[in-house]
């Protein structure tokens, strides 16, 4: 049986793409279900370098992840064959066109697109979300890096809800830690496991877990 494979993906940059998709890997990969594995198919390499400097940080071998690259229509077939190995595949994708997107969307089983609570993240998400429609693959919105007013989150839930897309409840604050620890070539999990960063990833894992 092939392992689920979960694209990230938001053709927005700056919307905390390669954050969320590391997290998610590290987070899979510490709930002992198997194997992990993550895929960039970004041109600007953020997540490999994320791996490399996780690599130099933890050893090669107790990353407790498998790298790999494509680019174009390689993601499909790259993540299909790592899926054969794995319990997960997590794609991280460029912020660019359909064409750049589209076949690391196909071969998913679930699309999360990492949205900032702002009008303009939303106008630009819609691109995104029809995309994943149109290759007939579930997605989901992930507030990410959520101010601590609530007044505009509140206003873009009640705006994505308005219409018809489907988002977590679970969100991911704008919190440093977030970027500390990607620095190091960790996640929050590692450098502050008892911190409101960790608490945020381990209910968004939760709330995914149901969806999968």
Avoid: C
């Avoid at 794995?86 to 196909?106: E, F, L, Q, R, S």
């Avoid at 007939?136 to 509140?154: D, G, I, K, Q, W």
Wanted: net charge neutral; glycine share 8%.
């Amino acid at each position: 049986m092939s392992g689920r494979i979960l694209t990230v993906a938001q053709q927005k940059g700056g919307s905390g793409k390669t954050t969320l998709a590391a997290h998610l890997a590290v987070s899979l990969s510490r709930r002992g279900e198997g194997a992990v594995a993550i895929l960039d198919v970004d041109t600007q390499g953020s997540l490999g370098t994320w791996f490399e400097t996780r690599e130099e940080t933890l050893g090669e071998d107790a990353t407790g992840l498998v790298f790999r690259t494509a680019s174009g229509w390689g993601a499909r077939r790259e993540a299909k064959a790592l899926a054969r190995d794995h319990a997960y595949v997590v794609v991280d994708t460029p912020p660019k066109t359909d064409a750049d997107a589209k076949p690391a969307i196909d071969a998913a089983d679930l699309v999360l697109v990492p949205i900032q609570p702002t009008p303009v993240d939303l106008w630009a998400t819609d691109q995104t979300l029809r995309l994943a429609e149109r290759e007939n693959t579930p997605a989901v919105l992930v507030f990410n890096r959520v101010p601590p007013r609530a007044a505009l989150t509140l206003e873009m839930t009640e705006a994505i809800a308005k219409h018809g897309f489907q988002a977590l409840g679970a969100r991911l604050g704008n919190r440093t830690a977030f970027a500390a620890s990607m620095g190091q070539g960790r996640t929050v999990m590692e450098t502050d496991p008892s911190g409101k960063a960790a608490a945020e990833m381990t209910a968004l894992l939760q709330e995914l877990a149901t969806r999968l």
